[in-house]
C-alpha cells in the first residue's frame, strides 16, 4: 500500500529552502532559497551570508548603527545566491522558493534570470517600500508570485 503522509512537491522544495537557511550566520534573520525547473529538479540553492572569500568573523552582523557597521551594505541575500550559484544553469521558467518575500533588489535579479514563478513562506516586510517595489516589477513583468501554504506537517531532524 501506498504511503499517504509523504511531502507534496510544494512542501519539499519549500523545505530545502528551509533547510538552507539553517547555513546562514545572521543571528537575526535566516533566508533560504532553493530554485526548481520544470521538470522538478533542483537547479540551486541559497541561504543569506557575506560575499565569498569575506569571513564570517570579520564581517559586521548587526543591524543598527553607522551603516558600514551594519550587515546591509555586505550581506548577500539568499534569492541572489541562489541564482549566482546556479553558475550555467539555464533558469529561464523556473520557480523560486524562499523563506522571505524577496527585496526589490533580488526581485531584479529574478526577473532578470527569468525565474517566472515566487513561491515564498513569510512576508513579515510586507508595508516597506522595498516589497511594494518588488511586487510592482513582478506584476509588470509576469513573475507569478504566492505564499506557500502551510499544511501543519511537522518533520524532525537529529544530526
Known amino acids: 500500500m501506498k504511503r499517504k503522509d509523504y511531502l ?17 550566520k545572521d543571528s537575526n534573520t535566516q533566508v533560504g532559497a532553493c530554485i526548481v525547473n520544470q521538470e522538478k529538479r533542483i537547479v540551486s540553492v541559497g541561504y543569506n551570508g557575506m560575499p565569498t572569500g569575506c569571513p564570517d ?6 543591524r543598527e548603527g553607522e551603516f558600514l557597521q551594519t550587515k ?12 549566482l550559484n546556479s553558475a ?7 520557480t523560486l522558493y ?13 526577473i532578470q534570470s527569468g525565474i517566472r514563478h515566487v513561491i515564498y513562506l513569510e512576508n513579515k516586510y ?5 516589497v511594494k517595489a518588488s511586487e510592482r ?6 513573475v ?12 524532525n531532524f537529529k544530526f
Open 137 to 142: 516589477m513582478f506584476r509588470l513583468s509576469g
Open 126 to 130: 510586507s508595508e516597506s517600500d522595498s
Open 57 to 62: 568573523d570579520e564581517m559586521p552582523w548587526e
Open 72 to 83: 546591509y551594505p555586505f550581506v548577500c541575500h539568499a534569492e541572489l545566491n541562489a541564482i
Open 98 to 110: 524562499v523563506t522571505l518575500f524577496p527585496c526589490n533588489e533580488c526581485a531584479k535579479a529574478i
Open 8 to 24: 507534496s512537491w510544494d512542501a519539499y522544495f519549500m523545505g530545502i529552502a528551509l533547510l538552507s537557511a539553517q547555513r546562514s
Open 144 to 155: 507569478e508570485f504566492e505564499q506557500y501554504q502551510k499544511t501543519g506537517q511537522e518533520i
Open 88 to 94: 550555467s544553469v539555464n533558469l529561464r521558467d523556473c
